[in-house]
């Protein structure tokens, strides 16, 4: 039977803060690469993802076009299927599809809405969820089971290491672009407004880029749950899907940002040891 693949996205997460983190589980699957999101937010990135790509290493003196084919063909190897080339991929170019022809169950649990259910990223697989909670990974891998009897594919987009870094009440900063278009939607109006809020200073970029190392090694945590769960032969695929700016270049964030800080992320790959 081929291999269970576990496909997990850290959403925002940015190579130096996983490198930061302790994560003695994420560590039994070996060294995180550093690597480059094709874009700098989720909903690209991830459409990337369910095409069979993964970040690239940016390579000089190449072709481009060598770097798709051998991206595609480390299919091959990953999950001990011989026809996983790239020439297989086509014409959907999805991921999820051709490993569903290979008797695949597919399965999706997501945390981000631009993700949902109603979106084409859903397409081809048999079960596709959108989380209740933002931070929910302890769920996903509460709801995960394997079988004996057919391989499964799981894509997982985990919440907890995007903004607001699993903070909340107090401890969760103000910003005029979210907060007060949420606030002003839900008195009626429209969003729109004056952002008059003063930039983040210098202590609170380094405050947000530490909490995202600590939401790091919570995941890590429950990663360690998720590989006593899984079947010996699993393999596993995690990857940030894009970084985040915390005061580089005079940017915070990601998305409209073009900045290298915004597309660095950590790739790290291997069968369960």
């Known amino acids: ?20 983190a302790k994560t003695p589980n994420f560590d039994r699957l070996g060294t995180a690469e550093k690597r480059f999101s094709y874009a700098s937010w989720t909903a690209p990135s991830h459409y990337t993802f369910t095409m069979g790509l993964v970040p690239h290493r940016s390579p000089q003196g190449v072709y481009a076009s060598e770097v798709y084919k051998e ?15 790239f020439k297989n991929f086509i014409p959907e ?28 990223i859903n397409k081809f697989f048999d079960d596709y969820k959108l989380m209740s909670n933002h931070n929910d ?20 987009n985990l919440g907890e290491t995007h903004y607001p870094y699993m903070l909340s009440g107090e401890n969760l ?6 907060h007060g278009a949420v606030k002003s939607l839900a008195k009626g ?6 952002v008059d809020d003063e ?60 900045h290298e800080i915004a597309f660095t992320v950590p ?3 291997g069968k369960r040891p």
């Not at 769920?139 to 799981?154: C, D, L, N, R």
């Not at 079947?231 to 700016?245: K, L, N, Q, R, S």
């Open 1 to 20: 039977m081929p291999r269970n693949l576990v496909f997990m996205v850290l959403d925002s997460c940015r190579y130096d803060s996983f490198m930061r």
């Open 71 to 85: 991206d595609f063909g480390a299919w091959v190897e990953r999950l001990g299927i011989p026809d996983l080339g």
């Open 93 to 120: 170019l999805s991921l999820p599809k051709l490993l569903r022809d290979h008797g695949y169950k597919t399965v999706g649990r997501v945390s981000m809405p631009v993700l949902n259910g109603f979106t084409l």
């Open 137 to 156: 990974f302890a769920g996903m891998v509460k709801e995960m089971t394997f079988s004996a009897e057919k391989p499964t594919y799981y894509f997982l």
């Open 173 to 178: 900063p103000h910003i005029s672009g979210v």
């Open 189 to 194: 109006g429209d969003g729109g407004g004056k």
């Open 199 to 258: 930039f983040f200073d210098d202590a609170m970029m380094k405050s947000l880029h530490d909490q995202q190392v600590r939401c790091v090694e919570y995941v890590d945590g429950l990663f360690g749950e998720l590989l006593e769960k899984a079947p010996e032969d699993t393999y596993f695929v995690i990857v940030g899907d894009h970084g985040e700016a915390f005061g580089e270049g005079g940017y915070f964030g990601h998305g409209p940002v073009m």
């Open 267 to 269: 790739f790290l790959e």
